[in-house]
Every structure is written in C-alpha cells, then in structure tokens.
T-cell receptor, first 115, second 115 residues
Framework: AQKITQTQPGMFVQEKEAVTLDCTYD???????LFWYKQPSSGEMIFLIY??????QNATEGRYSLNFQKARKSANLVISASQLGDSAMYFC????????????FGKGTKLSVKP | DADVTQTPRNRITKTGKRIMLECSQT?????MYWYRQDPGLGLRLIYY???????NKGEISDGYSVSRQAQAKFSLSLESAIPNQTALYFC??????????????FGPGTRLTVL
C-alpha cells in the first residue's frame, strides 16, 4: 500500500487565488513528520514546510500553510495568493520515527498558475 | 554558495561504464542521503549515511555503491551503468537531531543519461 498519496496529478489556479494540494498518508507510528517540497522546472528540490505529528498548531511559512488533520491522516498544502513562480511540481513526504530518517515521497502534483 | 553541491550536474555515459556522482555540503550536517527520481515518480532512497562510519542501504541500492569520505562528502557510484539507471539523482543532508521532523535539504540534482 502506498504510504503517501497525492491524488491530483495536475492542477490549475488563477494568479492571486489560493490553492490546496492534497496529501494523505498511512502510518502506524505515533511519531512522524510530514514535509512538502517544491520542484520547479529547473529540477531542484526546495523544502517548503513541515509538520510534526505532535504539533497541535498547523504549520505556516509565509504564503504556505499545512492543513493537518491527524484523524483523517491528511496533510494538505495551502498556497495563498498564488504567483506565477509557484508553477512547479509539489511533493508531499513523510518521515516515520522508526524509519531511521528515510523520507517517503508521494508522486507529486503539478501546479500551473494562470495569469 | 550553495549549501549542498553536486557534481557533475549533467552526465551522459555508455552502458557498462563506471561513473561516480559526488556530493559536498557546508551545512555541517551528519546525515547524508542519495535519492533517484524517475519521470512522473517521486524520489526513492538509494543509500543513506548517518556518519562517516555508518552507511545503510535504502529502497533501491542494487547496482549502486557509496563512499562517505568525510562528514561533508558522500559519493555515489554506478559500477557498471545500465540504461534503466537513467534518472535525476539527488543528494540530501539533514541535521539528525530533531526527531521525526528532521528536515532534509537537497542539492541541485545530477541528470544522468545512460546510453
């Protein structure tokens, strides 16, 4: 079974609007971390935001926020006020406490921002 | 200067050749990782190292070997390259001290083509 599922292969959003990228995860660990990375067309992987399983508040970093719903095992990325430079692939990833630090990645969502 | 560098950035080689990809970091992190990314897929872990004397196989280590020459350097070798090793290869580092939210930071990637 997939541990990280990103159900949206591609999405479009109008510039300046908000967009939510979905991510669900599967783990039996009580302690784990969830991460989002951005991969522009140039290829590099850019860390955006993380959420710990014990964090009670949703993580925020500038225009990025993580909508963490533990009971539903979802960790959706919300990008507010989309910009053209947000067009990229976005990957959700999880690190389980028992995994010795290995990150498990989803297959990604391609976001396209329309002017 | 970038915190995590990879050389070469692009490489074309032939089947059966030995090739080495190098990674250096100035972040002072103990942990280093090698991942590969195939088109349309997320990243998969090849090898990881928690310190100079601790090297571990990841999900897809067959056909690869690594060397941790120093805290700052971690090399990936393909002993006899084959076409299905054509991929984008990433090196990553992490501090390793913050539990499940230990964030991994990625290098710019090496695009390898095996003909």
């Amino acid at each position: 079974a997939q541990k990280i599922t990103q159900t949206q292969p591609g999405m479009f959003v109008q510039e300046k609007e908000a967009v939510t990228l979905d991510c669900t995860y599967d783990t039996s660990d009580q302690s784990y971390g969830l991460f989002w990375y951005k991969q522009p067309s140039s290829g590099e992987m850019i860390f955006l935001i993380y959420q710990g399983s014990y964090d009670e508040q949703n993580a925020t970093e500038g225009r990025y926020s993580l909508n963490f719903q533990k009971a539903r095992k979802s960790a959706n990325l919300v990008i507010s006020a989309s910009q053209l430079g947000d067009s990229a692939m976005y990957f959700c990833a999880m690190r389980e406490w028992g995994s010795q630090g290995n990150l498990i990645f989803g297959k990604g969502t391609k976001l396209s921002v329309k002017p | 200067d970038a915190d995590v560098t990879q050389t070469p950035r692009n490489r074309i080689t032939k089947t059966g050749k030995r090739i080495m990809l190098e990674c250096s970091q100035t972040k002072g992190h103990d942990r280093m990782y090698w991942y590969r990314q195939d088109p349309g897929l997320g990243l998969r872990l090849i090898y990881y190292s928690f310190d100079v004397k601790d090297i571990n196989k990841g999900e897809i280590s067959d056909g690869y070997s690594v060397s941790r020459q120093a805290q700052a350097k971690f090399s990936l070798s393909l002993e006899s390259a084959i076409p299905n090793q054509t991929a984008l290869y990433f090196c990553a580092t992490s501090e390793g001290t913050s539990g499940p939210t230990d964030t991994q930071y990625f290098g710019p990637g090496t695009r390898l083509t095996v003909l």
